[in-house]
């Protein structure tokens, strides 16, 4: 084989090897396209609770139920503001979302007697803009299937991190839009 036909193999197979990662490329990009189309298509979300009502958890929020944990208190803030707490050597501040609700928007959904609620979980939110904060809530999230819920406004004036409501007869979940109630309660510290 002489050193032109040597060459001309060479490029064949060079110009395969870019044909093929050019395909192997765009049937990547294909197959996050659909992906992103699915991920539209959710149907089951999930959301935690506060009083009677429902808050939304965004699919990409990274959220998880941590073990009830002293809370040590830090003076002169916000009483919504309960302290701070280590979660894995990484400490956290901790917000009472009864508190925060009834003292900064008057949420008259939430139920009042927060003070008797023993039954208190902590939830960790780990939002890719913000540091990670634990919330007080009445109950552990669950699933729920939107498609049976009818989408609608959020209610006058509401705060901006309210994306809009989902209703069915009486059930009511709020869509939140945690990287603005994050940087709200960043600022409000």
């Known amino acids: ?74 003076p002169h803030l916000q009483t919504w503001y309960e302290g701070i707490i280590s979660v894995r050597g990484t400490i956290m501040p901790v917000i009472h979302l009864h508190k925060f609700l009834n003292e900064q928007i008057d949420f008259k959904e939430v139920n009042n007697n927060y003070e008797n609620n023993n039954d208190v979980h902590f939830l960790m939110l780990d939002h890719a803009d913000h540091t990670p904060i634990v919330l007080l809530i009445d109950e552990l999230p669950a699933t729920v299937n939107i498609k049976k819920y009818k989408k609608k406004n959020a209610p006058n004036n509401s705060p901006d991190w309210f994306e809009h409501t989902l209703e069915n007869n009486n059930d009511k979940m709020i869509n939140v839009n945690h990287s603005k109630l994050l940087k709200q309660l960043a600022n409000l510290q």
């Open 1 to 74: 084989m002489s050193t032109a036909d040597v060459e001309k193999e060479l490029i064949k197979s060079n110009s395969n090897d870019v044909t093929s990662f050019l395909s192997n490329l765009n049937s990547t990009i294909d197959s996050r396209a659909s992906s992103n189309e699915v991920q539209e298509s959710v149907v089951n979300r999930f959301y935690y609770s506060v009083g009677s009502v429902k808050f939304l958890i965004e699919q990409n929020l990274k959220v998880e139920n941590i073990s009830p944990s002293t809370i040590n208190k830090v």
